[in-house]
């Protein structure tokens, strides 16, 4: 049995959604692996999830636990309870992976009682200033280290992760870079006939976040010379009102495309058939610079070329392997950008095929795979 702990996001149907430890889990089926996934609502909202699939038995369990709506405090207690439950109420536990400080922590505690073989601290985001109150900010960060410290591996979602552990002191031997990236296998890549050539693709809550404003007003500048383009925004947030208003304004109700939030399935299937995947990150969250796009590793696993800026650490990746055009700063010339892959065949087929390359060298089986093989 394997353990798993996180902190996730729930929607408006009180579902968790797509994460890091999802790709994990499926991982896991795949190798006919029992597991227990815990995951606790990052906000509290609501109780926690627990999924358990046994092997043996084909099965996937899925129950809820806790009390929802508690103090930041006692939601911590209880988070950690729940987390060493678990860890007792399962025999022979050969790995306890923990997503995020404060589930890491209860990996190495239950480490230390004996209670699971192994551990890894699996860093899904990491900030310099995570919190603006100091004291929980210190709180934060001695968790941080104290897990790192004390993991048998040490699992990072970006190379800007794997910089900061690396000044940390952390043994170079037990720092792995485990990207967001979905198992390429699994990704559909379509011939170029079936997509949607002029298609512009984001997959994002929509919050100030990312800088929706430049992205549609480049769509109203573009339209001159590309007739049939199209921006599709994958997502929901409290943005959308705002963002719907400048569509108007603009008269860009047929080019702006609002699809709301999907299943992963079909997420992932829109994707395939648009032909550039975009992200323009603003400063709003001080852990984007260390953060690992997910929606970025997707884009290329589907074979989009990516238009971003250098504010979140993937767009070293996609500079480094020329999988994309990277922008400075605030993201000025996103349409210029978009111009000068549209309008060139074969400048697009470049790009594309990099992404594709730089998907399949971070596939997650293969990174999983090579990490579960240097764990004692």
């Known amino acids: 049995m394997i353990l ?12 968790p959604r797509h994460g890091t430890g999802t790709e994990l889990t499926t991982y896991l089926q795949s ?12 906000s509290g909202e609501s109780k926690t999830e627990v999924e358990i699939y046994k092997n043996n038995q084909k099965k996937l369990i899925i129950k809820r636990v806790g009390i929802s709506g508690l103090p930041l405090l006692l939601r911590v207690i209880q988070d950690q309870v729940i987390n060493f439950y678990y860890a007792i109420k399962f025999k022979n536990i050969k790995l306890y992976i923990g997503i995020d400080p404060l589930n890491a922590f209860s990996a190495v505690i239950s480490k230390k009682l004996n209670l699971v073989k192994s551990n890894i601290f699996y860093t899904a ?15 934060y960060h001695a968790l941080d280290l104290f897990a790192a410290k004390n993991s048998d591996q040490v699992w990072n979602v970006s190379s800007r992760i794997v910089q900061a552990r690396e000044k940390q002191g952390i043994d170079s031997k037990i720092i792995f870079l485990i990207p967001n990236t979905p198992e390429f296998r699994k990704t559909r890549r379509l011939p170029l006939s079936k997509i949607n050539k002029h298609d512009l693709v984001i997959v994002s809550n929509l919050t100030r976040a990312i800088d929706y404003p430049l992205m549609i007003k480049a769509v109203s500048l573009l339209e001159k010379k590309y007739k049939d383009i199209k921006l599709k925004i994958i997502g929901s947030g409290e943005y959308q009102p705002e963002l719907e208003k400048l569509v108007s304004k603009l008269k860009l109700e047929d080019k702006i495309i609002f699809l709301g939030r999907k299943p992963h399935k079909e997420v992932l299937d829109i994707l395939s058939k648009s032909a550039i995947g975009v992200a323009i990150y603003t400063k709003d969250k001080p852990w984007t610079h260390f953060g690992d796009s997910m929606k970025v590793r997707e884009y290329m696993a589907c074979g989009l070329p990516v238009i971003m800026n250098d504010i979140a650490s993937t767009a070293d990746d996609v500079n480094r392997y020329k999988a994309g055009i990277v922008l400075k700063g605030k993201g000025k010339g996103f349409e210029k950008a978009v111009d000068e892959i549209f309008s060139s065949k074969q400048v697009y087929q470049q790009y594309r095929k990099n992404a594709v390359e730089l998907a399949k060298k971070y596939d997650f089986t293969k990174s999983v795979d090579y990490a579960f093989a240097k764990i004692a």
């Open 4 to 15: 798993i702990s996180t902190h996730a996001v729930f929607d408006e149907s009180d579902q």
């Open 31 to 42: 190798n006919k692996q029992s597991y227990c996934y815990i995951k606790h609502a990052l």
């Open 125 to 139: 985001d990491y900030a310099h200033e995570r919190f603006v109150n100091k004291v929980m900010n210190n709180i």
